[in-house]
């Protein structure tokens, strides 16, 4: 560091700032000590920086599985927003017996200095006494805890805006394909479809549950046809695909007999027979949020926020007006 100060004609504690991504450096300084650094071949020492300021510059993120689509786009989202923090990221499955304590365990053995719990594992966290754990922690999906900070997504509104959909094409109601009990997601949209129905007086149909996988998808058709659906909204997109196909075997169009909306808006929605009317989740969004919220309590001492991501309705070919 000193070898850089002194190339580009400034103090110490100025490169300090610039290598810290402090604001407090004038653009024309920071130009110039980058270039130093370059020129010189300078790159902070991780170790070393951990053993003076007692961070690592790494947060952790703790999972249930990478299996589903959801999950590993978060993972994505998460580990492109740390790293333009100049954070490392460990990522850590909770394993069968779903012990979330003992996932912060190993966390802390790697001295991260926080972490992300995504999704069905946030169900294990609220249980746990997360202060014991010493972590820094944000939760994606979680009802407000004063505990740790919460960032969502507007699972219930999104919904809301699929039903509304449907029923503004006619329909007289909508059945839903539910995620798994457990999921705080997977309840809010169930939450969200019921409010939609109740709200105008509609029949509210009994649901039919599914896994999240495009399996019980396929696999809830002959129930949904069964019962006189002409309008489906799915939790998620994977299920709306084995959907499709069932409905299909079953010799019925989509969407002239029966209409489908989805959750999450995946890369390949669009490219679905037909393609996929959706509510979109900015994954990308909820992925930085939970970071930024992070790095603030970490560096900052910043109290537990809340935050909602919004979500939008996507409208393809999937969804036509009932006959």
Do not use: C, K
């Amino acid at each position: 560091m000193a070898d850089v100060a002194a190339r580009a004609g400034v103090s110490g504690q100025t490169v300090s700032r610039v290598v810290n991504g402090s604001p407090r450096v004038d653009p024309d300084t920071r130009a110039r000590v980058e270039a130093a650094m370059a020129a010189l071949g300078y790159r902070p020492h991780r170790a070393a920086r951990a053993l003076r300021t007692g961070r690592t510059q790494t947060l952790g993120l703790v999972v249930s599985t990478l299996a589903s689509v959801g999950n590993s786009r978060m993972l994505q989202a998460v580990a492109d927003a740390a790293a333009s923090r100049g954070y490392a990221l460990t990522v850590v499955t909770l394993g069968a017996d779903g012990d979330v304590t003992a996932a912060f365990e190993r966390l802390g053995d790697q001295g991260v200095d926080g972490a992300i719990v995504l999704n069905e594992a946030t169900a294990r966290v609220r249980g746990a006494d997360v202060r014991a754990a010493g972590l820094r922690l944000v939760v994606v999906d979680s009802p407000r805890d004063d505990r740790f900070g919460v960032v969502e997504t507007d699972h219930a509104g999104g919904a809301e805006s699929a039903v509304r959909h449907l029923l503004g094409l006619g329909h007289p109601t909508v059945h839903h394909l539910a995620g798994p009990e457990g999921s705080f997601a997977a309840a809010e949209r169930e939450r969200g479809w019921r409010a939609a129905l109740t709200g105008i007086g509609a029949p509210v149909p009994d649901l039919v549950r599914g896994d999240w996988t495009s399996a019980s998808g396929h696999g809830a058709a002959s129930a949904l046809l069964g019962a006189g659906a002409t309008a489906v909204f799915a939790a998620n997109d994977q299920m709306a695909l084995g959907l499709l196909r069932g409905i299909g075997e079953a010799g019925r169009e989509i969407p002239a007999d029966v209409s489908v909306v989805g959750f999450d808006d995946v890369a390949d929605a669009a490219d679905y027979r037909p393609p996929l009317t959706t509510v979109h989740q900015d994954f990308d969004a909820l992925g930085a949020r939970a970071v930024a919220a992070l790095v603030e309590a970490i560096e900052a001492g910043a109290p537990a926020s809340f935050e909602t991501v919004a979500a939008r309705l996507v409208v393809r070919e999937s969804t036509g007006p009932a006959r």
